[in-house]
């Protein structure tokens, strides 16, 4: 019968220095930051979305995925203000759901 130990028998492999090593490789890692962004800024985005559906324009979106920005243009479909997202049809009738909380910029395009 073979009794395995599962993780257990492979917790002594890592030594202090070697958990400190990785930590600080983590640490240095360049995934960049999110800017924080104030309340003003949020005012504008919000201005700038009413306008934008009401004229049914299409906007140019800053946002924040994975550690870097990315673009995406689109016209917004609809404003969830429960769950803070926006969903966000681009040129090719894709739907993308963006949360308000990532978003780093809004521009007409």
Request: some cysteine; charged content about 35%.
């Amino acid at each position: 019968m073979i009794r395995d130990r599962g993780t257990i028998k492979w917790t002594a492999m890592m030594l202090p220095e070697h958990v400190k090593m990785l930590r600080e490789h983590q640490d240095g890692l360049d995934y960049g930051r999110k800017p924080e962004l104030d309340e003003q800024k949020y005012e504008e985005f919000n201005e700038t979305i009413c306008v934008a559906m009401e004229e049914n324009q299409t906007l140019k979106f800053t946002y924040f995925e994975k550690g870097r920005s990315a673009e995406i243009k689109g016209q917004v479909h609809y404003v969830d203000e429960f769950k803070k997202e926006l969903r966000v049809m681009d040129e090719a009738d894709k739907m993308h759901i963006l949360k308000v909380t990532e978003i780093m910029n809004i521009d007409y395009a």
